[in-house]
């Protein structure tokens, strides 16, 4: 049972243009939802997080939007850089009373094309 | 800040052995959750520990256990080792306290192959 479900394995964007990756989940109790970034021999690396009261969080380059009538987040990376080629995972949580269990996606890998 | 540790960082074992895994957390830090992660699946929940209770458990059999010592450094011990446990293994520590979302920091993780 894949509650969080990231259903593109891959994706390759042009260097300077928008990157979306997608994230739907089906669990109606997640109310909080992160991005990692994983590069390859190193662990996750938290990039941006969104509660369920907002439909959007901006940081520098990265924006994360929420819809919760359709289940649905993504993530929107602008300008792709080179070094944003790395597997991102889309993660939920269920509340934020010190329950530190995360639902994971299966990932993405972003390709950024030079 | 030291950031989260774990050792070893490459394992090979057989079939029918047992491991420990162990992980030292971010200083301050009193929450320890582990992680598996195995192509196509991402990551699964195994279980989280605080201030050496294990506060909540992911789907994964008795085989799989673990631990908090009083300093928040913790072991993962898997026994009766199958194929299909071969994976990395990532340990994440938080500050753990309740009343707003704890992000989670993540180690480099433990490469398990069993043979």
């Known amino acids: 049972d894949q509650q969080v479900k990231q259903n593109s394995p891959s994706l390759s964007v042009q260097e300077g243009r928008i990157s979306i990756l997608n994230c739907d989940y089906t669990n109606s109790m997640f109310d909080y939802f992160l991005w990692y970034k994983k590069y390859p021999a190193e662990g996750p690396t938290f990039l941006i997080s969104?509660?369920?009261?907002?439909d959007k969080n901006e940081d520098g380059r990265f924006t994360v939007f929420l819809n919760k009538s359709a289940k649905h987040l993504s993530l929107h990376i602008v300008p792709s850089q080179p070094g944003d080629s790395a597997v991102y995972f889309c993660a939920a949580s269920r509340s934020n009373f010190g329950n530190e269990k995360l639902t994971f996606g299966t990932g993405t890998r972003l390709t950024i094309i030079p | 800040k030291a950031g989260v540790t774990q050792t070893p960082r490459y394992l090979i074992k057989t079939r029918g052995q047992q491991v420990t895994l162990s992980c030292s957390p971010i200083?301050?830090?009193?929450?320890v959750s582990w992680y598996q992660q195995t192509p196509g699946q991402g990551l699964q929940f195994l279980f989280e520990?605080?201030?050496?209770?294990?506060?909540n458990k992911g789907n994964f059999p008795g085989r799989f256990s673990g631990r908090q010592f009083s300093n928040s450094r913790s072991e993962m011990n898997v026994s009766t080792l199958e194929l299909g446990d071969s994976a990395l293994y990532l340990c994440?520590?938080?500050?753990?306290?309740?009343?707003?979302?704890?992000?989670?920091?993540f180690g480099p993780g433990t490469r398990l192959t069993v043979l």
């Open positions: 969104i509660s369920s009261i907002k």
């Open positions: 200083s301050g830090h009193r929450s």
């Open positions: 994440a520590s938080s500050p753990g306290t309740s009343g707003s979302y704890n992000e989670q920091f």
């Open positions: 520990y605080f201030s050496e209770t294990q506060r």
